[in-house]
């Protein structure tokens, strides 16, 4: 993945050999970089995302958060779900679609907790959707490509894509 020019590719190959190409907006890498938690007394954050689907790659062009509603520490970031499920919808009725979630953490190069695999697990195994897998990125203190982490899941797979 290159995010030199403020744009985000990766491709990944799952086991049964579909290969995916993700791509990040330059609004959703701004986002990102926007809430890294560089001060010492800042908190997590994080927030959706949202993509269209065009010749077989995954372009995110959205990502939302956080929110008001959000409850946010150091070391954790707990999204309203029901907010979530609300701007799932809004969102699907202007033809982009969730697959995944982003958030920060306070270290240099960000590496998935068991909470956020679990996490991320469960909410593919939960949700209604269509999708092989669903995105979570994790966004560190680190100027990117190193502070960032792009992997997949379902709910027979982890994938952490080099960036
Ligand atoms: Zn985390």
Request: aromatic content about 10%; proline content about 4%.
């Amino acid at each position: 993945m290159s995010l030199m020019h403020g744009t985000g590719i990766t491709r990944m190959r799952f086991t049964d050999g579909i290969t995916i190409t993700i791509r990040f907006e330059e609004s959703v890498i701004a986002c990102f970089e926007k809430h890294r938690q560089l001060d010492p007394k800042s908190t997590e954050a994080g927030g959706q995302l949202y993509a269209r689907y065009s010749e077989g790659e995954v372009l995110v062009c959205k990502a939302t958060g956080p929110k008001e509603n959000d409850k946010r520490g150091r070391f954790f970031f707990l999204p309203n779900r029901k907010s979530e499920r609300a701007e799932i919808r809004e969102n699907y009725a202007d033809g982009l679609h969730f697959v995944g979630d982003w958030h920060t953490h306070p270290e240099s190069i960000p590496e998935p907790s068991i909470k956020d695999l679990k996490s991320i697990r469960n909410c593919y195994r939960d949700s209604e959707h269509s999708l092989k897998y669903f995105i979570m990125v994790i966004i560190g203190t680190e100027s990117f490509p190193s502070g960032i982490s792009v992997s997949v899941h379902n709910e027979k797979e982890s994938v952490l894509l080099l960036v």
